[in-house]
């Protein structure tokens, strides 16, 4: 933690001033107090605030070894540690003229699957009755590739991550639902800006042809990317308290041969914001200074690598890249605090819906054929066992685009048993036909979630799939021409309430790249979803209800196949738990890495979801002093397995360059189960170390 005086939150020095002045004067109205006259004169009386908002972080990493990682679908991606915990974060909206309110949560995670958005709300109503439900609620996450996997209810998800695991389910809805129970706990008058700008060295459209291929519509993106950077300010008494961006980049700067949780580029940003910027120290701040959220929204084929290298050719430059993609968004969303903007003053609704893709009628309204069509059974494309060549890794013998041994299958055997498969799924060749699968056992999910949120003049569809920048306008001007909106005040707000892979145009659809070939449920899937974001629009513009539609079932207890227990620890003959088998260097400089290696014990004995694995202390006065953890990107810490029951923890500190010069130790906190089962913490401390100027 730094040991400087702590500095507001944003914003210029001279600033601060105009904030005290406007927050006093601000909290003497709210009163009936009439405020000074000296306070008047420099400093005009905000207008009334009229939200009621709430913010909260709670810390969301599941285990952080030997279970597998999502996003990659790599049977050897398994985690070895930590470089950056996970976290949820909370904001609730009221409208005080009306008391309606909506909750949004933005959580550094691969995916929201079903089974966590049935967790939340369940838990959620038994704390606050009916004051959240799935109506009102929309969780988002940012899609980092360096969580961990096995929470998912659905098969699938399941494969590559050694099963099910209920210790990850729980931390990430823990995590969450303490995330709400903090930003309730934070309600106060507030007022919202939204503000718009661009930001065009952040993401790159990795499938040009598929975006090429749209006879329309790919002229409102003439780089083939969405350059939009949308900020919704929150302010109270004129200074700005938290912030939620929203930006179209993949989280996938740490590529799949990275091993350490981490949560990516829109992790660093927020991270960026809250520590680095406004210092909250995430282990001691129940009440934040400031809390920011980088949100994504039609993402599905906007890479962070703006290079288009393949992802083997990543690894040296990881860290470095996810940096980099990470402040360049906090730079573009930090920009905008000045921004006038449009400060929003109207209703807060929302509307949810679900829709059984495997089977929808689209009306001629939307398929752009004038005739009507039918969705159908999801299906596995062999372009998306090719995988993204910019982002990840293909299976041998698949590619993107033509994969003729799958097509001829498809178009001899599948599309002539199965006229409306083919009218729904071709030129899909198909690999895995999953929903003939879920016949047996869920593999995927079916009846899917949509829902649109208002908050003032800002508009979030709710998607739970991977949109892509072109579908994503669609989607957008669908509701924009019912609500009467802006097109750049309705987002896209992907990755919400469950998960369904991707959404492509008919046209991309047609040119089979890896979107197209995880486009599950066939061409018409986006006209369906343009559809149902139609009637949801409709509904809130009338003031009516819509229909709940076909609500997907609870699968908890369904689970075949969980992550085996990790079994007993026991620390190599001759030593201890706790013993440092390598001390750090006598002295560093600054920019050098400290390091200590320990005799450690299982980390998913305890997750340290309160707490952390690591401590970076120095020495102040006769106190040791923390000024690093386990949330810092200066640090990581890697678990490695030595035998059937030992352990080897090292941790790392990447010295900053102006570090204050003194003595500084690192310490490590295990936790070691006997063969009973018993767990028992021990810590470790490394010998003391010098930072010189």
Known sequence: MSTSPKPHAVGPAHRLSRWRTTAVVTALA???????????????????????????????????????MMGYGRTDQVAEGLHTRLRSRS?????????????????????????????????????????????????????SHSGPGGYSHHLLYNLTTKGYHEKTFAAITDGMVESVTRAQADLAPASLTLTHGELHNANVNRSRAAFDNNRRDKEFFPEGRDPQTSLLRIERGGRPVGAINWFPT?????????????????GYAAYRWERESAHVDYLADAEPDFVSAFAQTNAGDMSPNIALKPADELPAT??????????????????????????????????????????????????????????CKPAIGAAMAAGSTEDGPAFPVFKEGENPVWDAVSKTVLYGADEELKQCQSPKGI?????????????????????????????????????????????????????????????????????????????????QQYEGGSTLFGRWELPALQQTAAGLATSMRAGEPVPRGSVPPDLSGRQLFRQPDNGPD????????????????????????????????????????????????????????????????STTFR?????????????TWDIPADAE??????????????FLGGIGPFTATSRTFEVKD
Do not use: C
């Open 570 to 633: 026991t620390p190599p003959l001759g030593r201890r738990f706790g013993d440092v088998l390598t001390q750090p260097a006598a002295s560093y400089n600054g920019g050098q890495q400290a390091a200590a290696v320990f005799v450690g014990a299982h980390p998913n004995n305890n997750l340290h979801r309160h707490g952390t694995y690591l401590e970076v202390q120095r020495l102040d006065g006769s106190n040791w002093r923390r000024i690093a953890d386990d949330g810092d990107w």
């Open 639 to 651: 678990w490695r397995r030595e035998g059937l029951m030992a352990s080897r923890a090292t941790v």
């Open 661 to 674: 010069p003194g003595s500084y130790r690192i310490r490590y906190h295990g936790d070691a189960k006997n």
């Open 431 to 511: 690999v895995v036909p999953v929903g003939a699968m879920n016949a047996v056992y869920p593999w995927v999910q079916e009846q899917v979630p949509v829902q649109l949120v208002r908050i003032g003049g800002l508009y979030l569809v709710g998607v739970p799939g991977e949109v892509t920048v072109v579908a994503g306008l669609r989607l957008r001007r669908t509701v924009a021409e019912i609500v009467g909106a802006d097109i750049k005040n309705v987002l896209v707000a992907g990755y919400s309430n469950a998960y369904m892979h991707y959404v492509t145009t008919p046209e991309e659809y047609d040119k």
């Open 30 to 68: 709210l009163l009936g107090i009439a405020a000074p006259a000296a306070a008047q004169d420099s400093t005009p009386t905000p207008a009334p605030e009229p939200y009621l908002v709430g913010r909260g972080i709670a810390d969301a990493t599941g285990e952080v070894a030997a279970t597998g």
């Open 91 to 143: 904001f609730v909206i009221v409208d005080r003229a009306t008391g309606r309110r909506v909750l949004l949560i933005v959580a550094d995670s691969p995916m929201i699957f079903e089974s966590v958005h049935q967790r939340v709300l369940k838990r959620l109503a038994e704390r606050y009755g009916d004051l959240y439900t799935e109506q009102n609620v929309l969780i988002t996450a940012t899609h």
């Open 250 to 266: 993949h989280n996938t700067s740490m590529t799949g041969e990275n091993k350490l949780i981490n949560s990516d580029n829109k």
């Open 318 to 375: 990881e860290f470095e890249s996810t940096r980099e993609i990470g402040l360049r968004q906090y730079d573009a969303a930090h920009d905008q605090l000045d921004d006038t903007g449009q400060r929003l003053d109207g209703a807060v609704d929302s509307r949810l819906t679900y829709v059984d893709l495997a089977n929808t009628t689209v009306g001629p309204a939307f398929t752009g054929d004038g005739r009507e069509h039918r969705t």
